[in-house]
């Protein structure tokens, strides 16, 4: 099995920055991609973006593109999700996530939320 352990939330201004991190334990070998999801209040959870574990090649939902950026440290096994020119609509809660598979099972993980909040 793959655990996740999210940290790093808090309160920040607009325009602020803010890194979370997400340490990985168990079976990293396993991991396929691995990134962020977070939830606003009253809405759906929603894809933020992810890193292809072996190759650092990564993704991001349009809305933080070119302010976040993930990058991983595979001799930690630790994963960051730096945070710049934050806004108020940034406010959630963020969810580290993994997928991989044990051998023909594919697997979703996610750790346990840590809360941002972007004031205006």
């Known amino acids: 099995d793959v655990q996740l352990q999210a940290s790093g939330g808090g309160l920040v201004q607009a325009g602020g920055s803010l890194r979370l991190s997400c340490a990985a334990s168990g079976s990293i070998v396993s991991i396929s991609t691995i990134g962020w999801f977070r939830q606003a209040p009253g809405k759906e959870r929603e894809f933020v973006g992810r890193i292809r574990w072996s190759t650092s090649s990564t993704y991001f939902e349009d809305a933080v593109k070119g302010r976040f950026t993930i990058s991983r440290d595979i001799a930690k096994n630790t994963l960051s999700l730096q945070m710049n020119s934050l806004k108020p609509e940034d406010t959630a809660v963020y969810y580290c996530?993994?997928?991989?598979?044990?051998?023909?099972?594919?697997?979703?993980?996610w750790g346990q939320g840590t809360l941002v909040t972007v004031s205006s």
């Open positions: 996530h993994a997928q991989g598979s044990y051998g023909f099972r594919p697997y979703d993980q």
